[in-house]
């Protein structure tokens, strides 16, 4: 089974960006697809970003046109760029498949200041 390790997370002030990577333990092309999920206090964790196979990618409402999924496969990498930020992007992210959820890394914790 694959392997996801995800990092980059910190503090920083609204408007600023952070940049997010997962780490595959396994080729890339080997996943079917690759998503950022975050889940805030008190609150339901939620897909906000999925990349597949042929490098289409996704985002949910609440990211579109700040935040961006890409990949580097010679270093299984799935990368999260993070602009334009704001206190409610406070969470904890995750990297993880889309079809098997079963298991769940420790995620990387990202705080927006006001």
């Known amino acids: 089974q694959v392997q996801l390790v995800e990092s980059g997370g910190g503090l920083v002030q609204a408007g600023g960006s952070l940049r997010l990577s997962c780490i595959a333990s396994?080729?890339?092309?080997?996943?079917?697809?690759v998503a950022w999920y975050r889940q805030a206090p008190g609150k339901q964790r939620e897909l906000i970003a999925s990349?597949?196979?042929?490098?289409?990618?996704s985002y949910s409402d609440s990211v579109k046109g700040r935040f961006t999924i890409s990949r580097d496969t010679a270093k299984n990498t799935v990368y999260l760029q993070m602009n334009n930020l704001k206190p409610e992007d406070t969470a904890v992210y995750y990297c993880?498949?889309?079809?098997?959820?079963?298991?769940w890394g420790r995620g990387t914790q990202v705080t927006v200041s006001i």
């Open positions: 993880n498949t889309v079809t098997d959820l079963t298991s």
């Open positions: 990349i597949v196979q042929t490098g289409h990618t």
């Open positions: 396994r080729s890339l092309f080997s996943i079917n697809a």
